[in-house]
């Protein structure tokens, strides 16, 4: 073995120092040098909707200031008022009530400062109460809280909050969804206040199974679950007014907001003054003014245009009644719920039984363009600019590149070769009702009737929007004289009389459903106005074919 030298040896370690603080050196540098970002390959997000999650209706209403409004106090208590604050009565109304300064300053705001507004939301509330109050009934939650749309929206059901809540329960769509209300560009289910009164009493239930306190659980109706679970477990408490007592202890992380401290006190005062509106000289609210509906369900892509016309209403006064829908055709790739006044149900069910009306396959969901405007895209489609707002609910002139509007009338072509187009015609020329005229074009015809374009070509099997002058169509309306000549024919069928004996929870939509007849026939049968109302034990006749 070679040995080395003692001066090369020494050599050799000076190299080594050298070399190791030049290594240090070029490593101080990249640590302060910014630092590039490795190349990492990462899954794409998923895509977003292809209509903004956050895109409101424009039929939205705000919410209206009182709801969110620190309470503005205008003068002192009157004597009755102070009685009234001070005193515990009413036998619907069971929570223990807390007396603290923000309950008595929310008191004498929607006493005084508020009174008008607390006035509106009383009426506006009257078609929605005794439902609620039944659903909270039947889910066995206490009274008290049928009041809690009064808090979050004044029991408005086109409301929306500036963060995206919607409707009178003002739901998130994130906690609308987990209790199984759509919202998307086609339908908001948060609007609807019958399917949103049923997710809110479940929600509300989770809450307190989660909490074991009414109290805690509206603050988490407000906050969310995760919040007040880090504020108590912070706090070191368990009891909402002891949190409120702490709050300014607990890190701005986990610190309640104003408005989860003011919710639940203001909760109380409308409570108090809801239960002594006589003693405070409101007028009282009338519980009889619930409004009377057929729910139904409505296949994918239904014309709801075409059936609010068949029960003779225009679409504000369907939509009234409606107010989930966004568009004027039901979602395309789902069943829908819709109310239907009693009075006009049976035309409206008439419409929906009809196979040849119901669906709306004439619709194409177009993605505005840079360039494009109302009046192309109605040259494009041949579609009225007027039809184009109204299906897509909006009077703006205005269109955004990206934007999707719906264009009735087109895009049926698979929908109609699918069906055998020439048995159609042929059935369609012996029900013929209605000969064309010089001039006639398939929209003139569609609104002469109350109709949609789409229904009157898919009832004639037609392909194209040509017309022949002396053209016989068939169209199918209530009002049409074949109809009425073929509702006459039915009559004269051979009927069977039936004594029906009225159950525990019918109605007469579902009598009539169970044997096939009309609401109507029922009523006629039976000597009973459009306001009789049958009991368990009646009898009733009904006429079966």
Avoid at 22 to 50: D, F, M, N, S, T
Avoid at 67 to 74: H, L, W
Avoid at 470 to 498: D, F, H, R
Wanted: charged fraction near 25%.
């Amino acid at each position: 073995m070679e040995c080395r030298k003692p001066e090369e040896n020494l050599q050799i370690s000076k190299l080594i120092r050298l070399l190791l603080i030049a290594l240090l050196i070029a490593g101080v540098g990249y640590g302060c040098a910014p630092k590039k970002a490795p190349e990492v390959e990462v899954a794409a997000p998923a895509p977003e909707p292809e209509e903004a999650v956050s895109e409101v209706p424009v039929d939205a209403d705000p919410l209206e200031p009182e709801v969110e409004a620190a309470p503005d106090v205008e003068g002192d208590l009157t004597e009755t008022e102070q009685a009234v604050l001070n005193s515990r009565f009413g036998l619907l109304f069971d929570f223990e009530l807390h007396q603290t300064k923000d309950v008595e300053n929310y008191f004498n705001y929607f006493n005084h400062k508020a009174r008008k507004t607390l006035v509106r939301w009383l009426k506006r509330s009257e078609p929605y109460l005794p439902y609620v109050r039944r659903v909270f009934t039947q889910y066995g939650l206490p009274q008290d809280l049928v009041l809690l749309p009064f808090v979050e929206s004044g029991y408005n059901v086109r409301a929306y909050s500036w963060a995206g809540a919607g409707g009178m329960w003002q739901f998130m769509r994130g906690t609308g969804r987990l209790y199984g209300l759509q919202s998307d560009w086609w339908i908001d289910e948060r609007r609807d206040p019958y399917k949103a009164t049923d997710a809110a009493a479940r929600h509300l239930r989770d809450l307190y199974d989660r909490f074991g306190d009414w109290y805690l659980a509206l603050a988490a109706y407000n906050a969310g679950t995760g919040k007040i679970s880090r504020a108590l477990k912070q706090a070191g408490c368990n009891d909402f007014f002891e949190l409120s007592e702490k709050n300014r202890r607990l890190s701005r992380r986990v610190r309640l907001k104003r408005e989860t401290k003011h919710y639940v006190p203001k909760f109380i005062a409308i409570s108090k003054i809801f239960q002594n509106l006589d003693t405070l000289g409101f007028e009282p609210v009338s519980w009889d003014k619930e409004v009377e509906v057929v729910p139904v369900k409505l296949p994918g892509g239904t014309d709801l245009l075409a059936l609010a016309r068949s029960g003779g209403m225009s679409w504000d006064e369907f939509h009234k009644y409606n107010p989930a829908f966004r568009r004027q055709v039901s979602p395309p790739h789902m069943e829908a719920a819709a109310y239907l006044p009693v009075a006009k149900a049976d035309k409206m069910m008439a419409y929906l039984s009809d196979p040849s009306s119901r669906p709306y396959a004439g619709y194409t969901r177009y993605r505005v363009r840079s360039g494009d405007s109302w009046w192309r895209i109605s040259r494009r489609y041949g579609v009225p600019i007027s039809v184009l707002k109204k299906v897509n609910n909006t009077r703006s002139n205005t269109l955004r590149p990206g934007q999707h509007v719906m264009v009735p009338g087109s895009g049926s072509g698979r929908a109609v070769a699918s069906s055998s187009s020439s048995k159609t015609r042929a059935i369609a020329a012996k029900r013929g009702n209605y000969v064309v005229r010089s001039g006639d074009t398939l929209w003139s015809i569609s609104q002469k009737f109350g109709t949609t374009v789409n229904t009157v070509k898919r009832s004639n099997g037609l392909r194209s929007s040509r017309l022949k002058v002396g053209q016989k169509l068939y169209i199918p309306n209530n009002s049409a004289p074949a109809t009425k000549q073929a509702v006459k024919q039915a009559g004269k069928v051979k009927t069977q009389l039936v004594k029906y004996k009225v159950r525990r929870g019918d109605n007469l939509w579902t009598i009539a459903r169970k044997f096939g007849v009309k609401v109507s026939d029922l009523r006629h049968w039976n000597s009973l106005n459009s306001r009789g109302t049958i009991y368990a034990g009646q009898r009733l006749k009904v006429y079966v074919q």
